[in-house]
């Protein structure tokens, strides 16, 4: 008789040293091909009402016509060092879930992905979010109407010279610092703890409830892959609509400085109304339909590959 079909890969099946050096080639190439959809989607939130921008397609064309290519990728080498906090969100992620099982005896995969996608996000964003301060004002400098009207950038909060492009990442460094000194980096840290944390959870718990749902439904034969993936777009979708305001408020509290929360929403609440809680929403769910897409590809295909050898006949693709 043959052994069952195993589903998901769990932490024990997989050699760790290969699945760790190929997931850093997978997380740059990935960042890589979806970062024009994070500048896009960032410059959509912190504008204020459409003072820029009417949306993402917009968006796109302004910034292609007056900055280039170049500027759907402003700050791109800055975030790729995030890549680094990628790793420990995955261990984070995969070790939660296997304490989970081996001394909590959670056999609940809906549980697991909750709890291990929020530790996993509670790591990454305490090691990304200077990266993302940073990041963020490099996104967001150079939002200029005309090439030669440079005195036009609609959000220059740190008052940096819009037209510099050498040592950028280091003058935005500085004038964080001297503005608001070590703690400046952290701000918007609790914002984004607020945003990311409930996000990855959800993410990680919709994930296997749509893949099931879909596995339930479609016949015997389907590819597994292809489950997995469908699965990881919709649960995408789903998080992105359901966290996009604090996403929002993420945004506004890194790039415009603002104090707390409740500071950033009451003025978001002024100028937007109710229509910030879809604001950027459009760039959102396109970055999270191809992201979800190729990071269930990806996360997929490399546990296939650094699977023991006893188990590679009970895995499907």
């Known amino acids: 008789m043959d052994p069952p079909r195993i589903f998901t890969i769990e932490w024990e099946m997989m050699d760790k040293t290969r699945f760790f050096s190929l997931s850093m080639v997978n997380s740059f190439a990935l960042r890589g091909l979806l970062y024009p959809f994070t500048v896009i989607k960032t410059r959509l939130q912190i ?28 700050g791109f080498w800055v975030n790729s060092i995030q890549i680094a906090s990628g790793i420990g969100y995955i261990i984070t992620y995969e070790k939660v879930r296997h304490m989970l099982t081996v001394y909590a005896d959670v056999k609940d995969s809906k549980i697991k992905g909750l709890i291990g996608g929020g530790c996993g996000s509670l790591v990454g964003q305490t090691v990304i979010t200077p990266f993302d301060v940073v990041s963020q004002h490099m ?15 609609t959000m220059n909060p740190l008052n940096i010279d819009p037209t510099a492009r050498k040592g950028l990442a280091a003058l935005i460094i500085k004038e ?32 296997p409830v749509y893949s099931d749902a879909l596995a339930s439904a479609l016949p015997v034969w ?21 966290t996009n305001p604090l996403d929002v408020i993420r945004a506004r509290i890194q790039v415009h400085r603002m104090n707390s929360i409740s500071n950033a929403l009451n003025v978001i609440w002024c100028e937007e ?45």
């Not at 964080?176 to 718990?205: E, H, I, N």
């Not at 597994?224 to 998080?239: D, R």
């Not at 910030?276 to 295909?301: C, D, H, M, N, P």
Request: aromatic share 18%.
């Open 47 to 74: 504008q204020k009402h459409n003072a820029l921008y009417n949306g993402t397609f917009d968006a796109f064309l302004k910034i292609m016509k007056y900055e280039g290519f170049c500027g759907l990728y402003r």
């Open 222 to 242: 389907t590819s597994h892959m292809i489950i997995h993936c469908v699965g990881g777009q919709l649960s995408g979708i789903t998080v992105a609509v359901i």
């Open 139 to 153: 996104m967001v400098l150079g939002q200029i109407r005309d090439k030669k009207a440079t005195n036009s950038v």
């Open 176 to 207: 964080v610092y001297k503005k608001d000194g070590l703690k400046g980096f952290y701000r918007g840290y609790f914002a984004s703890l607020c945003t990311y944390v409930p996000s990855s959870a959800l993410w990680w718990m919709f994930y």
């Open 273 to 317: 109304g109710i229509s910030f809680l879809s604001k950027g929403l459009s760039a959102r769910i396109i970055q999270t339909f191809f992201s979800s897409f190729f990071v269930v590809l990806g996360y997929e295909t490399l546990k296939r590959w650094s699977v023991y050898d006893q188990y590679k006949d009970q895995i499907r693709w």
